[in-house]
């Protein structure tokens, strides 16, 4: 058996791919989790660096303790020369990036140093820094500059946000890849079994089915496979046996006609009447036959045309009954129609229903015994009409009754090929009364015989 034919390896190969493809879905996830996150921590270094954002470097509430202890920035140089270890930065030449102003602008320290050439006025590169307001209880004392060729400075104002942020996305991203490995397990299982026997029916398998597990929505998909996978097997095998019937009704028929030529051929028969006979009523059978397999595949498929006019049932079981008066006569069979007065018409094609009665009243008339009886009766039921054909005949077992209008079927003892017919009659009835919107029903009547049934909706 070939890899692909093979239903554990290819399930195998099947769960790894899609398995693969959920976990490069969760991995893009993460990804694109990353680098959302990187771009707002961007947008917020650009709200820092253009002063419209609240984070500030730690050293700014250094300052503002200070100028609160010493009631102003008297000593604050002192600040940059003892406790470099204090700002969060790597050395005390940190300081040399860093100016601190006072309420009105001035200079306090420049560059770290409270004596370089531009204290005590506004400096002009003020500007060219990323800027933090000073405060104390309130009110402005100041402001701290940052200059732009200190970005490990500028980095320690979101180092207290920039940790937590990483740790957090790390975590987050591994959750999510475990989330993602375990629901790619849940649900690529399942969904791989599916496919696998998909492949399988594809093949020509139409045995495969799949197990049901999974969460809810793929527990219904592999039901529904398995529906279709057994309808398809069902069909399968309802085409070979029809096929088989087939040639079965042809060959009896086509053995008598050859049998018959044949010995004329031969000078075992004369080509009399009598000899010619039997071969031109086998014909009339086979030209029933193709009929018949014409009308119930037009049927089955709904492309048999219907003129659909208002008509009266009682109008129709009387005259169809007329059609039959002689056969039922020549075997002695009494054939009653009982119609139930002011019946509302049906919307049906007349020659179809027609057709419909006389395949009820020709099957019973072809199983009811001699001096038995065969009933057409009418009645109004809920929205509908009924018409029903019944017997006082042998009836059908119980256990055949759900088979009595597949094709080509025959019942035991009483329904024998002897009795004549293909075992169509009832199989087109049924598709012909389904295809009008009715239904076509048949039971065992309590009296002994069998009851066939049809409704159709009544106009009115």
């Known amino acids: 058996m070939s890899a692909a034919l093979d239903p554990q390896r290819s399930a195998s190969l099947i769960r790894r791919r899609l398995f693969m493809l959920l976990m490069e879905a969760f991995g893009i996830v993460v990804i694109v989790t990353v680098l959302l996150l990187l771009g707002l921590l961007a947008v917020l270094f650009g709200a820092v660096a253009n002063g419209t954002f609240g984070l ?60 370089g050439p531009l204290v005590g006025q506004a400096p002009v590169v003020a500007d060219q820094g990323f800027r933090f307001a000073l405060s104390a209880e309130g009110a402005p004392i100041g402001t701290l500059v940052l200059h732009r060729g200190n970005w490990l400075g500028l980095l320690g104002v979101f180092s207290g946000l920039l940790a937590p942020v990483l740790i957090i996305s790390f975590f987050t991203g591994l959750l999510t890849l475990l989330i993602g490995f375990l629901l790619a397990r849940r649900v690529v299982t399942p969904l791989a079994d599916v496919v696998a026997a998909a492949q399988r029916v594809a093949a020509g398998d139409l045995t495969a089915r799949v197990q049901v597990r999974g969460p809810g929505d793929l527990r219904s ?15 399968d095998q309802q085409r070979r046996d029809l096929l088989a019937d087939i040639a079965h009704e042809l060959r009896t028929p086509l053995t008598i006609i050859r049998g018959k030529l044949e010995g004329m051929l031969d000078g075992v028969y004369t080509a009399d009447e009598a000899h010619v006979a039997p071969v031109l009523e086998e014909t009339y059978v086979l030209e029933r036959l193709v009929e018949d397999l014409r009308t119930l595949t037009l049927a089955e498929a709904r492309q048999l045309h219907f003129d659909p006019q208002p008509v009266s049932l009682n109008d129709l079981a009387e005259r169809t009954a007329g059609l039959f008066e002689a056969e039922a006569a020549e075997k002695t ?50 929205g509908g009409v009924e018409l029903a054909v019944s017997d006082n005949g042998p009836g059908v077992a119980a256990a055949d009754l ?20 293909a075992g169509l009659g009832l199989a087109i009835a049924r598709q012909l009364i389904e295809a009008q919107g009715g239904r076509l029903t048949a039971e065992n009547r309590p009296e002994g015989g069998l009851r066939l049934a049809f409704v159709l909706e009544a106009l009115g």
């Open 221 to 235: 998909l592999s039901d529904s496979f398995n529906r279709m996978a057994g309808a398809l097997e069902l069909s």
């Open 56 to 115: 500030r470097p730690p050293v700014a509430r250094e300052l503002e303790t200070f100028y609160l202890g010493r009631g102003g920035w008297a000593g604050v140089e002192a600040v940059a020369i003892h406790n470099p270890e204090h700002s969060n930065f790597n050395n005390a030449t940190d300081w040399h990036n860093l100016t601190l102003l006072d309420v009105d602008g001035r200079v306090l320290l420049d560059h770290g140093s409270a004596h």
């Open 402 to 421: 759900p088979h009595l209008f597949d094709r080509f079927w025959r019942g035991e003892k009483s329904r024998t090929r002897a009795a004549g017919g």
């Open 333 to 382: 069979i009494t054939l009653t129609v009982t119609p139930e007065a002011g019946l509302p018409e049906v919307r049906a094609d007349a020659q179809r229903v027609s057709q419909v009665i006389g395949n009820l009243v020709g099957n019973a008339l072809r199983y009811v015994p001699a001096e038995g009886q065969v009933w057409i009766s009418t009645r109004r039921v809920g």
